[in-house]
Structures are given as C-alpha cells and as structure tokens.
C-alpha cells in the first residue's frame, strides 16, 4: 500500500501495488596468505581469486491502482480484493565480475609500514529482454590500485595515508519510482570510484580513538528532465569530503562507552549543461553531520548477561537533489539486551531490543519513520 499525500490537511490518494521480484548474488574466493624476507624488508603477502554474480527475475504480474482514498487523521478500513499473481518471467539482468588480486605489507623496521596491492577485474553485464536482437551485453576490465604508508612513532599510535580505487557496478534504474523513470530498467554503465584518506588509530588499555578525513570521487546518477519525462542518469561526480572521529573507554571492567561523530560535505560537482541548476548542490539522502553514543553494560552478577542502547542523531537531508524539499533531522534511542547461556549443551543467544524508544515522529527519505518497536531473537550454535 502506498499513498501520496495532496495537501497539508492530510488528504492523500492510496494505491495498491504489487510486483515480484527474485534477486539473487553469489560469490566465491579464494585466499592464499604468507610471509616472506627481503634483505631487511618483512613482507606480508596475499593472493587472491574470486567471482561474482548477480542475477534478477521478475513478475510477470505488476500492479498499481488508486483503490483507496482517505486522510491521515481518520481511521480507514480498506481491504483490497485484488489477488496477485507472482509467477516469474526469465533472468532479465545478469552481472558478473571475476578478479585476480595481490598486496604486499611491508615493513621497514618498528615504524613504518606501506602496502601496495592491485586488482584486475573483468566485468560482464547483460540486459535481457527475451529478444537477441535487442538484448544488450556490456564488457569492461579494470586495474585498480591500494596504497597506503603506515607510521608507527609509538606501539599504540598509528598514522596512516591512504589512496583507493574501486570498481563500482551501477546497477539498473528503478522501476518503482513516483514519478516513473522513461528509462525504468536500463542498466547502466560501472564506474571507477576514488578514496583518499589520512588518520591516526590510538588504542592503550580501555581507551581506543580513531580520526580520519577523506575524500571520496564517485559518479553521480541525478534525475534529468526531458520536457515533461523523467530519466535517471549518470553524470559528473558526486563527492563525499569529511571528517570522522570514533572513541572508546572502558570506565570499568564491566562498563564500555562510545561516541562517534561524522562531518560530512557532500556536492554534486562536474555535471553537464543539462544538469547545471544541480551543480554544487547536495546529493539527496545525505546529511551533514550524524553523532552517535553507546554504551555496553555486563552486570557482574548475572553471567552472560549485557545490557546496551544507543543514541543516534543524523542531520538534516534533502529529499531530492534539487534541494528543494528539506528534511528534518533527527535523535532516536535504542536499547537491548544479549544473554548468553547454554540450552540442551549448545551454546545459545537471546537478543532483545527496543527501537526508537522514545517514539519520535520523524521522516525518512521517502517514507514515515518507524515507531516505537521491538524485536526478540534466539540464536543456537552447533
């Protein structure tokens, strides 16, 4: 059920809809680990094989009617009578990487490490429509590098730099966007991401703190609009700087804190004439700062037992990337528990939880925030 609300009264229109859709990703791999001595040179070594593959199929049945009306502040009773059918047609997407990999970890006395490392990937994507003349298939290969220099002025202090490229799969245009897509479907093209980031990594006893900033280049997909018809596009970047800040203590023995924060400056930048008016303007879904506190309690008279919660508070975010709509930022809290005991001579795991349990009101992306709620899960290992 989805609805569209038509006005600050609280009027909506209500729309049943129903799809299937199997989605299904593999993976394999393969590790080989050593260590070797060059002269004065330590090398940690790791070679690698793996692949990967996704796969879709989808209804043969899709839905999307204005069966219902109503308005948030009354009570609707609506029962839809439409009877789904959810049989499949044949794989219509198909993705497939198969790398080769290598680092090497070098150390060059106590302080100072660096590691270099490459991967080759080949990739393969095919769109399916059941017609060979008009099935698509789509080829690429890529070498991507990992550097990173590690210094080590102290036992628990790190300094790091870093560089990172990475093949990134774009997967397909959605096809149950409101307003649709023209191109609905479409696969589109992998890209190549870069990171760069700088850090320090502190850890003496119960304390533990990591610092970093980064610089992430990744190619934006924005909407473009041609007349009056919608397609979603890849074009320019989308580039992510920013600072994180972790820490944690041990207060006592049976007591751990934390808090996190993260500063994020997020922009749509390099985009054509088509797409200008977004240029510098936030990529929807991103907010700029997002601080969180949690805590671990293990009481010393009950054995096995932990108690946690956490408060978690995410900044303002756009709902789309023209910036026009603004939505509201905000702090939710959660709180559990885990005991750990053994049930007919198997180790066994209770976990409760509850969410958001002050019941803020709040808006995601596209959808109401959830309310207040729990869940409880029993785990048995053999």
């Known amino acids: 059920m989805f609805a569209d609300l038509l006005n600050e009264a609280g009027d909506y229109a209500g729309n049943v809809y129903n799809f299937a859709g199997d989605l299904r990703n ?14 004065a040179l330590r ?5 690698g094989a793996s692949y990967q593959r996704k796969w879709e199929r989808w209804g043969t049945d899709w839905y999307w009617s204005n069966d219902f009306n109503g308005n948030l502040y009354r009570r609707l009773d609506f029962l839809s009578t439409h009877v789904p059918d959810f049989g499949f047609g044949p794989v219509d997407y198909d993705e497939r990487q198969k790398s080769l990999f290598v680092s090497d970890t070098m150390h060059f006395g106590d302080h100072w490490q660096a590691v270099l490392g490459v991967r080759h990937v080949d990739y393969e994507q095919k769109d399916l429509d059941g017609d060979p003349q008009s099935d698509s298939r789509y080829t690429t290969s890529s070498l991507t590098p990992t550097l990173a220099l590690v210094y080590k002025p102290v036992d628990n202090l790190s300094l790091y730099a870093s560089y990172v490229e990475s093949l990134e799969a774009a997967g397909r245009v959605a096809m149950d966007a409101e307003p649709p897509y023209v191109n609905a479907g479409e696969a589109l093209d992998p890209t190549t991401s870069k990171q760069y980031e700088i850090g320090a990594k502190y850890q003496a006893g119960r304390f533990g703190f990591t610092a970093a900033a980064f610089r992430v280049e990744r190619a934006a997909q924005v909407d473009q609009w041609r007349g009056e018809e919608r397609y979603r596009v890849q074009n320019g970047l989308t580039l992510y700087r920013g600072l994180e800040a972790i820490g944690s203590f041990g207060l006592t023995h049976d007591l751990d804190l934390g ?20 240029q510098g303007n936030r990529p929807a879904g991103s907010s700029r700062r997002q601080i969180v506190a949690n805590f671990e309690y293990r009481p010393p008279s009950v054995s096995g037992l ?39 001579g198997r180790m066994a795991t209770v976990t409760a939880n509850v969410n958001n349990l002050f019941n803020r009101r709040y808006w995601n992306l596209d959808t109401l925030g959830e309310a207040r709620n729990g869940s409880l899960a029993l785990r048995i290992d053999w």
């Not at 593999?26 to 002269?39: D, F, I, K, N, P």
């Not at 090398?43 to 070679?47: N, Q, R, S, Y």
């Not at 808090?259 to 008016?277: R, V």
């Open 26 to 39: 593999s993976v394999g791999q393969l590790l080989v680990t050593g260590e070797a001595t060059t002269g």
């Open 43 to 47: 090398h940690e070594l790791v070679f």
């Open 259 to 278: 808090l996190g924060f993260l500063w994020l400056d997020a922009s749509l930048e390099d985009l054509s004439p088509e797409n200008a008016a977004l």
């Open 306 to 344: 932990s108690l946690h919660g956490n408060v978690r508070h995410s900044g303002d975010q756009y709902y789309e990337d023209a910036n026009r709509v603004l939505i509201p930022g905000r702090t939710l809290a959660s709180v559990g528990l885990q005991y750990r005991t053994q049930i007919g």
